[in-house]
């Protein structure tokens, strides 16, 4: 399978903003989502934002606003612009990529799904 990596994540004071990144080890081509969730400490996983191979976006309604979620196809990147930061923003956030197809050299193979290991944001002054 493909690894997705994420990485931006840190500690940062109510009412700031950070942009997380999560980027694939091979090209993944035409994936169906691409979404980031968030965990909270002690709570489950739930979804934040989604982009999907149309370009339509959805939000949790606590980020809508404040969250964009977008692709970088050059770089195999997809990003989460994360601003107005606030305490319940804190959580480990994990990027995840379904559908799709991916080739290593001449071999294609479908794609599933992908998880990141998650990165850690922690909103506190």
């Known amino acids: 399978q493909v690894q997705l990596v994420e990485s931006g994540g840190g500690l940062v004071q109510p009412g700031g903003s950070l942009r997380l990144s999560c980027t694939a080890s091979?090209?993944?081509?035409?994936?169906?989502?691409m979404r980031w969730y968030r965990q909270p400490p002690g709570k489950q996983r739930d979804l934040v934002a989604s982009?999907?191979?149309?370009?339509?976006?959805q939000y949790a309604s606590s980020v809508q606003g404040r969250f964009t979620i977008s692709r970088d196809s050059a770089k195999n990147t997809v990003d989460l612009q994360m601003n107005a930061l606030n305490p319940d923003d804190t959580a480990v956030y994990y990027c995840?990529?379904?559908?799709?197809?991916?080739?290593?050299?001449?071999?294609?193979?479908?794609?599933?799904?992908?998880w990141g290991q998650g990165t850690q944001v922690t909103v506190s002054s």
């Open positions: 982009l999907s191979m149309y370009g339509i976006t």
């Open positions: 091979t090209k993944i081509r035409e994936p169906n989502y």
């Open positions: 995840n990529v379904q559908g799709g197809s991916y080739c290593r050299g001449s071999v294609c193979t479908a794609h599933g799904t992908s």
